[in-house]
């Protein structure tokens, strides 16, 4: 994932867009800036209303930016229509032609390119082993499955070779089998196509598997963008921490003890944390820190560690889940594999400890 | 299937079968039988001659030694009918797409509105508002003066009243909701994605109005297309007026027969003939616009 020299795919600029006016105006993209790298697959993540699709739908073209550029390789697109950029989508819900077969959906693109008639059908032909659909060139698209479509949609937003291909939560209307199939197909389309993915998604499994980096949105702004292991092992705010994966956040006020920073917890006692800059940051600022439960672990009461009470045990084959609560009733979980089979020890009610490693703790900004 | 169970199906869809014999069926029946009877000398028909007359009269003409002599006034005005008729439905089309075309880009509410205000002709009379034409288009009236005013036209009288062009103005603006509302219809129902989509892939306006729009709405041009065509061929009030008589159409040829001439076989074979062409433009677009099943091939 090294940085890739050259300019960037796409540029947005201070992006803000607001839709209605007046008392009703709606802000749904507020001062976006982001840089997307060539060959990248880009996910755009966040809750419906984030303003993800907004901003998928300005660097379309479908919407104009009430303030800020999009630049794509350095060339400003702001003002020019979705027919004059090289950037093609797959909609939510494919839009297919259904008055045109498959192979017809698929030349769509070439022909308003102008490209003569062979080389559409040689295109369609290659296009179709693409997506592995031989032989379904003359089938109307509602004779194919959900999946069927998805895959014309994608070869007919393919076919005229786009610089950046947008997809708006392409795979939402897929069944769960079908969707990690769907995942798996379109990393492998990116990297052998080499073009650019735009991926917008609600679903945090889906983008974390998927892209080669995340920017997690949040009320029309971008929280954090980075690889799906900084996202996950180093969140920096709160919303991302608790949008993807399961957290436990503890509040708490910075001290120092021994040159180390030391966490004051709510429940009265203290945790070590570690990292650069920690030690400077003065003593008694509140802090909030996320701890993703399979970092934390359980260890018996005579133990180092924040005293805990167990609460529901929830067993789930490969792993179990305890919801244990702290001496303030702050409640905490624990993910464990059950490496040994099933631990019988830890019943409701029991008291233990919880042992977080210094490296599990990520300090949040907010 | 259980005798009872065949005569309870027949007397749940027997009110239908009812209306459609005694208000469709028999009408007919009557008509097609006038079509074949000897005409009666002060009009009505004489009940127990039968003839093929009406339907010889209406190609060829009979000569004082009883031979057949090929008669093409009645095949001129059917010619005629059909020529107003299409240029009606070409007028209305032209008018009535573009219109369903921007009522459906309206907003919901907006939408609404527009479609009330397209039907509010209905509500009035059909001859007034022929009457109302008759005043627009004389000598001297709106037409002839805004056309004199925008300077399109030399500065005399047009004389556009009374002529084919006026009654075919006429039956456009008498037809017209009946091409503007299927249309809209078959509009409103297009995924507006697929207008993006078209837009996504290279099409500019005019490309994705011929490759997307038009052929998704031509289900509703096609009904249209035939709402308009055929009442315009049984046009009647409308060429009476407008037409003051030189353009006669079909309408008004068995009005006559009915009326003045006194002749109802022929009238009633007439409105047969009318019938049959109808039925057959019909099937063409049936045949042409049968959806396919779905899923079938």
């Not at chain 1, 300019?7 to 982001?34: N, Q």
């Not at chain 2, 009243?161 to 297009?190: C, D, H, N, Q, R």
């Not at chain 2, 677009?285 to 049968?290: A, K, M, N, Q, S």
């Amino acid at each position: 994932m090294g940085d890739r020299v050259g300019t960037p795919a796409i540029e947005a600029r201070s992006l803000s867009k607001v839709f209605g006016a007046g008392a009703d105006a709606v802000r749904a993209l507020d001062d976006v800036s982001l840089t997307i790298r060539q060959n990248e697959f880009f996910t755009l993540l966040g809750p419906s209303g984030c303003g993800k699709t907004t901003l998928l739908r300005l660097i379309g073209g479908f919407e104009q930016p009430s303030q800020g550029d999009v630049f794509l390789e350095g060339q400003q697109l702001t003002g020019l229509p979705p027919f004059k950029r090289p950037i093609n989508t797959v909609f939510q819900s494919y839009a297919l032609f259904p008055h045109l077969t498959v192979g017809q959906n698929i030349a769509f693109g070439l022909e308003m390119l102008g490209r003569p008639k062979e080389k559409r059908t040689a295109r369609v032909e290659q296009m179709l082993a693409l997506v592995k659909l031989q032989g379904y060139a003359n089938r109307k698209p509602a004779q194919l499955s959900g999946g069927q479509q998805q895959r014309v949609a994608l070869a007919r937003a393919l076919a005229s070779q786009p610089k950046v291909l947008l997809l708006d939560e392409p795979l939402s209307a897929l069944d769960l089998k079908l969707r990690k199939e769907m995942q798996i197909e379109l990393k492998r389309l990116q990297t052998e196509t080499g073009i650019t993915f735009v991926f917008v998604t609600h679903d945090q499994e889906e983008a974390l598997t998927m892209s080669d980096r995340i920017a997690v949105m949040d009320s029309g702004k971008i929280l954090q963008i980075g690889s799906p292991t900084e996202i996950y092992e180093h969140p920096q705010r709160r919303f991302v921490a608790d949008f993807i994966g399961e957290t436990n956040f503890l509040e708490g006020r910075i001290t120092e003890a021994n040159g180390a920073a030391v966490a004051q917890l709510a429940c009265g006692h203290n945790l070590t944390l570690n990292g650069p800059g920690q030690k400077g940051s003065g003593g008694g600022q509140r802090v909030t820190l996320a701890v993703r439960p399979e970092r934390a672990e359980i260890v018996p009461p005579q133990g180092e560690g924040l005293p805990a009470t167990v609460g529901a045990v929830v067993y789930m084959g490969t792993d179990t889940t305890y919801h244990l609560t702290l001496a303030d009733g702050t409640p905490f979980t624990v993910r464990s594999q059950n490496h040994e089979g099933a631990r019988l020890d830890l019943a409701s009610g029991a008291a233990v400890k919880i042992r977080i490693a210094p490296a599990a703790i990520q300090r949040l900004a907010d | 299937m259980t005798g009872s169970a065949t005569s309870k199906r027949f007397l749940q869809i027997a009110p239908a079968l009812a209306i459609i014999g005694f208000f469709m069926l028999a009408p007919l029946g009557l008509m097609a039988y006038v079509s074949i009877l000897e005409k009666g000398l002060n009009g009505g028909v004489v009940w127990d001659l039968h003839t093929s007359e009406a339907y010889v009269n209406f190609i060829f003409e009979r000569d004082l030694d009883d031979s057949l002599i090929l008669n093409t006034d009645y095949l001129q005005i059917f010619a005629r009918s059909f020529g107003l008729s299409l240029l009606t439905a070409a007028l209305a089309l032209a008018i009535g797409f573009p219109t369903a075309l921007y009522m459906s880009m309206q907003p919901e509410g907006r939408r609404n509105l527009l479609i009330f205000l397209v039907t509010i002709p209905f509500w009035t009379n059909l001859l007034v508002r022929n009457y109302a034409w008759i005043l627009l288009l004389r000598n001297g009236g709106l037409v002839e003066n805004l056309l004199h005013w925008l300077g399109i036209a030399a500065d005399q009288p047009l004389g556009l009243l009374y002529t084919p062009y006026a009654v075919s103005i006429g039956l456009t603006y008498s037809y017209l909701p009946f091409m503007v509302l299927p249309i809209y219809a078959s509009l409103e129902k297009l995924d507006s994605r697929l207008i993006e989509a078209a837009f996504d892939l290279g099409a500019d306006r005019r490309r994705a109005l011929l490759r997307v729009i038009l052929p998704l709405a031509a289900p509703g041009i096609a009904a249209g297309c035939v709402l308009v065509f055929v009442p315009a061929l049984g046009a009647y009030v409308t060429p009476e007026l407008l037409g003051g008589g030189k353009s006669m159409m079909i309408g008004n040829l068995i009005q006559s027969q009915f009326g003045a001439a006194r002749n109802w076989p022929f009238g009633a074979a007439l409105a047969f003939a009318l019938l049959t062409i109808v039925l057959l433009a019909m099937m063409v677009y049936l045949i042409r616009f049968r959806r396919a099943p779905a899923g079938g091939h």
